[in-house]
């Protein structure tokens, strides 16, 4: 028997964007795209590997505007085209369920970050609240061009 979800280890941040399902879609699967929008504000991204497929990974490493570098593992779990993106992040570990729906003429998009506990949750909420909301700017400013 399965345990249901622990909320308190949930942080889901969402956002209508004015684009279809598609162009966002397209935003995450091509690897020159998502390099120019992925991550917080004034971050620039190294994709080492990505392989959007299930089971493929994605290495690459943020480089923040302080000068330090992130490395990033992330294995993607399951792609359904324009619906649903799930990964696997490697360390610290936790797992995206990335969701897009039709929302009128634009699409609601879903990000929701499972952490093994509340404990970890609790520690990366202050960075991956506004982190996500940054992402998105980043991504609408990116589907704008």
Same mark, same amino acid.
């Given at each position: !028997?399965?345990?249901?979800?622990?909320?308190?280890?949930?942080?889901?941040?969402?956002?209508?964007? @004015?684009?279809? /399902?598609? *162009?966002?879609?397209?935003?995450?699967?091509?690897?020159?795209?998502?390099? *120019? #929008? #992925? $991550?917080? %504000?004034? =971050?620039?991204?190294? =994709? @080492?590997?990505?392989?959007? /497929?299930? $089971? $493929?990974? #994605? %290495?690459?490493? !943020?480089?923040?505007?302080?000068? %330090?570098?992130?490395?990033?593992?992330?294995? =993607?779990?399951?792609?359904?085209?324009?619906? /649903?993106?799930?990964?696997?992040?490697?360390?610290?570990?936790? *797992? !995206?369920?990335? +969701? &897009?729906?039709?929302? $009128? +003429?634009?699409?609601?998009? +879903? #990000?929701? !970050? *499972?952490?093994? +506990?509340?404990?970890?949750?609790?520690?990366? %909420?202050?960075?991956?609240?506004?982190?996500?909301?940054?992402?998105?700017?980043?991504?609408?400013?990116? &589907?704008?061009?």
């Amino acid at each position: !028997m399965s345990q249901p979800p622990d909320h308190a280890a949930e942080i889901i941040s969402t956002r209508i964007f @004015d684009a279809s /399902r598609d *162009q966002i879609f397209a935003a995450f699967s091509d690897p020159i795209q998502l390099a *120019q #929008w #992925w $991550g917080p %504000k004034g =971050f620039t991204n190294t =994709f @080492d590997e990505f392989h959007f /497929r299930p $089971g $493929g990974d #994605w %290495k690459f490493t !943020m480089h923040g505007p302080d000068g %330090k570098d992130y490395a990033n593992h992330t294995r =993607f779990i399951e792609i359904a085209p324009a619906e /649903r993106i799930v990964y696997e992040h490697v360390a610290p570990h936790f *797992q !995206m369920t990335i +969701t &897009l729906a039709d929302a $009128g +003429t634009g699409t609601h998009m +879903t #990000w929701c !970050m *499972q952490f093994p +506990t509340a404990e970890m949750c609790e520690h990366f %909420k202050p960075i991956c609240v506004p982190a996500n909301e940054e992402n998105f700017d980043r991504l609408e400013a990116a &589907l704008l061009s």
